[in-house]
């Protein structure tokens, strides 16, 4: 059973994460790459 502060969390993290992904992209001149919809739906 995952909690709500545990299910939070993960979307923080991963949202963290698509960001700097993004500006890491961005720096180089390239368009970030859309965020997998599978992992998004299992949360």
Do not use: E, H, Q, W
């Not at 949202?15 to 001149?29: F, H, M, T, Y």
Request: net charge positive; proline share 12%; hydrophobic share 50%.
């Amino acid at each position: 059973m995952i909690t709500s502060t545990t299910k939070r969390v993960v979307l923080l993290a991963f949202a963290a994460a698509v960001a700097l992904n993004a500006s890491a992209c961005i720096g180089k001149g390239k368009a970030p790459p859309p965020a997998p919809a599978p992992v998004i739906s299992k949360y």
